[in-house]
């Protein structure tokens, strides 16, 4: 295993609070490298160290070491730009540019001084194709971008990030702001970029991590519990604390009380029908559904959300098939 | 106090302070109109006044209207050319969070409610010292600094608007604090920066009591910058303050003129900030 990132003692501070404690650690290249750990731990934190953007926030303070490309990225010596332009990042929640969705692709390219009009246009075509935007929107490039839905939003950003052709993908809970159409899309992305990019993602969702991330880092309270290859670290996790973490949102450990499915119908009547299995279990039983039509992946877990209902997990099963586990709640 | 009367005397409240918003801008239009649309010609706008003309006699004010066009324009310009850079400069990604950035928005602050006859009384003293007579520019110079506290502070109040993770994607691009400024910040901006422009150039197409001693006021079109211009709220002014009716009349028909000018102005830009908007981001 090659590695990419070389961190060495790195110590965060916002004011007198410590948001991280001698992490030091290696990111693999060309392989996904999760972060998890419970909100508040430190995760974006990190990925903010790696392209300094940290510095944007006042009051902080970073100390140690991230060596990238033989450089240490923290020295007041590195032009951080051309550091930044290494690493894209994927942001929680899409934040396109006020302006089309052709001049967003092209911004980087343009500040970074491509100006010749049929090289933008390559570079637009060939990275919307691989944010796997392109046939959506190729017919109408010059609109705003604003108008696109947030799940194109987001693959539009990826595109954006890859224009500039980084090195690395840094992406911050990239889906967190999506519904899991749009998530799975940007997995999808994200699963086929791996082989060209090193990509480091921070994510309080344990199945996404298990479904694309290579080598795992657990982050706790600012401190690193456990890092090491996925597959070890899901399955015999050395550390008590991360078995706890894996086991507390893992799902395969669920009883589901109830499953229903509910194939074959359309939204709202196996929203009715879930409500109606969901009203004959207690509180806290856990009901499985499964549903095949588009529109009530994103609408059941919506409505029963809205009910005050948690909604444990959406996932696909197969081509047509979704997955929805709920916990009674009230 | 029972709910409903709450909610009732709440509305009655909102009817009437909205009824003297309108009902007192549709009366200062109606009176204008009223007043000086029958005194209103072509002559009135295509010549300048003749031998006689504040006694009753023939002529227009064109001199005021152009006066009032150069007076305008040029300063807003001028502003436009000096705030832009300060208002941006006051994000917190340049000086906007130092002592130095709260001392200059006090002065703006400051300089924003000052009377203008006291800038024109300021510059006035200033051309003196350096042997200038009133001039066009004296008037565009006096007119500018007038309006920079609006127009910056206006600005800055929009581009502080501006959603920090727009700046964020661009940095993350690997875009400069300049690129950023300019490609982004001034973009999601525009629209703000428009209404900003248009707000001080109203201020200053308004203004007489700045221009009174800095641009002068003259029968005759301003050849060069250094000539003393007339302008409309002067125009007003005189020809109001004569005893004479018609002469009175032609004070109206002149505001009228200097109304729709800047109604034409304030829609246009209406128009324009529309067309600017659709990329931005809410």
């Known amino acids: 295993m090659k590695s990419h990132i070389n961190i060495q003692d790195l110590n965060a501070f916002y004011g007198d609070h410590q948001a991280l404690r001698n992490i030091t650690v290696e990111i693999p290249q060309k392989q996904v490298t999760a972060?998890?750990?419970?909100?508040?731990?430190?995760?974006?934190t990190l990925l903010k160290c790696f392209n300094r953007l940290i510095d944007l926030t006042e009051g902080t303070r970073v100390t140690g070491k991230i060596i990238f490309d033989g450089i240490d990225v923290l020295s007041s010596s590195v032009d951080i730009t051309d550091v930044r332009?290494?690493?894209?990042?994927?942001?929680?929640?899409?934040?396109?540019?006020?302006?089309?969705?052709?001049?967003?692709?092209?911004?980087?390219?343009?500040?970074?001084?491509?100006?010749?009009?049929?090289?933008?246009?390559?570079?637009?075509?060939?990275?919307?194709?691989?944010?796997?935007l392109w046939e959506e929107v190729k017919d109408r490039l010059k609109s705003p971008s604003n108008?696109?839905?947030?799940?194109?939003?987001?693959?539009?950003?990826?595109?954006?990030?890859?224009?500039?052709?980084?090195?690395?993908?840094?992406?911050?809970?990239?889906?967190?702001?999506?519904?899991?159409?749009?998530?799975?899309h940007i997995e999808e992305q994200l699963l086929k970029l791996k082989n060209d990019y090193t990509i480091v993602i921070v994510t309080h969702n344990i199945h996404q991590a298990m479904r694309l991330a290579d080598y795992v880092i657990h982050l706790y309270l600012g401190e690193m519990v456990e890092h090491g290859p996925a597959n070890e670290v899901f399955e015999n996790p050395k550390e008590e604390r991360t078995r706890a973490y894996i086991n507390g949102t893992i799902l395969s450990d669920l009883k589901i009380d109830k499953e229903i499915n509910l194939k074959g119908n359309v939204c709202p009547y196996n929203f009715v029908y879930a409500k109606q299995a969901l009203?004959?279990?207690?509180?806290?039983?856990?009901?499985?559904?499964?549903?095949?039509?588009?529109?009530?992946?994103?609408?059941?877990?919506?409505?029963?959300?809205?009910?005050?209902?948690?909604?444990l997990s959406v996932k696909q099963i197969n081509k047509t098939d979704w997955e929805i586990v709920i916990r009674k709640q009230e | 106090?029972?709910?409903?009367?709450?909610?009732?005397?709440?509305?009655?409240?909102?009817?009437?302070?909205?009824?003297?918003?309108?009902?007192?801008?549709?009366?200062?239009?109606?009176?204008?109109?009223?007043?000086?649309?029958?005194?209103?010609?072509?002559?009135?706008?295509?010549?300048?006044?003749?031998?006689?003309?504040?006694?009753?006699?023939?002529?227009?004010?064109?001199?005021?209207?152009?006066?009032?066009?150069?007076?305008?324009?040029?300063?807003?310009?001028?502003?436009?050319?000096?705030?832009?850079?300060?208002?941006?400069?006051?994000?917190?990604?340049?000086?906007?969070?130092?002592?130095?950035a709260y001392y200059i928005r006090l002065s703006l602050d400051v300089?924003?409610?000052?009377?203008s006859i006291v800038y024109g009384a300021f510059g006035f003293i200033v051309m003196l010292y350096f042997g200038m007579r009133a001039s066009l520019m004296g008037g565009i110079i006096?007119?500018?600094?007038?309006?920079?506290?609006?127009?910056?502070?206006?600005?800055?109040?929009?581009?502080?608007?501006?959603?920090?993770?727009?700046?964020?994607?661009?940095?993350?691009?690997?875009?400069?604090?300049?690129?950023?400024?300019?490609?982004?910040?001034?973009?999601?901006?525009?629209?703000?920066?428009?209404?900003?422009?248009?707000?001080?150039?109203?201020?200053?197409?308004?203004?007489?009591a700045s221009v009174l001693f800095t641009a002068g006021y003259t029968d005759s079109l301003p050849r060069s910058l250094f000539d003393p211009v007339a302008s409309l709220p002067l125009a007003v002014f005189f020809q109001l303050g004569t005893?004479?009716?018609?002469?009175?009349?032609?004070?109206?028909?002149?505001?009228?003129?200097?109304?729709?000018?800047?109604?034409?102005?304030?829609?246009?830009?209406?128009?324009?900030?529309?067309?600017?908007?659709?990329?931005?981001?809410?």
């Open chain 1, 279 to 311: 009203h004959e279990l207690s509180k806290g039983k856990i009901l499985k559904l499964v549903v095949d039509d588009p529109l009530a992946v994103t609408e059941v877990p919506r409505g029963m959300e809205a009910d005050g209902h948690g909604v």
């Open chain 2, 243 to 282: 005893p004479f009716p018609e002469v009175q009349q032609r004070a109206y028909a002149s505001a009228l003129i200097l109304l729709i000018i800047v109604l034409t102005l304030s829609i246009v830009s209406r128009y324009l900030s529309r067309k600017f908007t659709k990329n931005i981001i809410r």
């Open chain 1, 147 to 184: 108008k696109l839905s947030i799940g194109q939003q987001q693959r539009l950003c990826l595109a954006r990030g890859l224009a500039v052709e980084p090195e690395i993908i840094l992406c911050d809970e990239p889906t967190s702001a999506l519904d899991p159409v749009s998530s799975q």
């Open chain 2, 111 to 115: 300089l924003w409610g000052t009377p």
């Open chain 2, 1 to 100: 106090m029972d709910k409903r009367l709450e909610e009732r005397l709440f509305k009655i409240l909102m009817i009437v302070s909205l009824g003297i918003v309108v009902g007192s801008l549709f009366m200062v239009i109606a009176v204008i109109i009223w007043n000086g649309a029958p005194s209103l010609s072509i002559s009135m706008m295509t010549q300048t006044p003749k031998g006689g003309y504040y006694l009753g006699k023939e002529g227009g004010i064109l001199n005021a209207i152009m006066g009032s066009l150069y007076l305008a324009f040029g300063s807003v310009i001028l502003a436009l050319i000096i705030s832009l850079p300060a208002a941006l400069s006051l994000q917190k990604d340049y000086i906007g969070k130092t002592r130095l």
């Open chain 2, 142 to 208: 006096v007119l500018t600094i007038l309006q920079l506290p609006i127009m910056i502070r206006s600005m800055e109040e929009v581009i502080k608007l501006v959603p920090y993770e727009l700046k964020e994607a661009s940095y993350t691009l690997g875009a400069t604090r300049f690129e950023t400024t300019s490609g982004v910040v001034i973009r999601q901006a525009l629209p703000g920066i428009f209404t900003a422009v248009i707000l001080a150039f109203g201020r200053g197409i308004g203004d007489a």
């Open chain 1, 35 to 44: 972060i998890i750990g419970p909100s508040g731990c430190g995760k974006s």
């Open chain 1, 85 to 132: 332009k290494k690493m894209g990042l994927l942001p929680q929640k899409p934040n396109p540019l006020p302006m089309s969705i052709y001049d967003n692709v092209a911004y980087g390219p343009r500040i970074h001084g491509i100006k010749e009009k049929n090289k933008l246009e390559d570079i637009v075509e060939k990275y919307l194709k691989i944010g796997g």
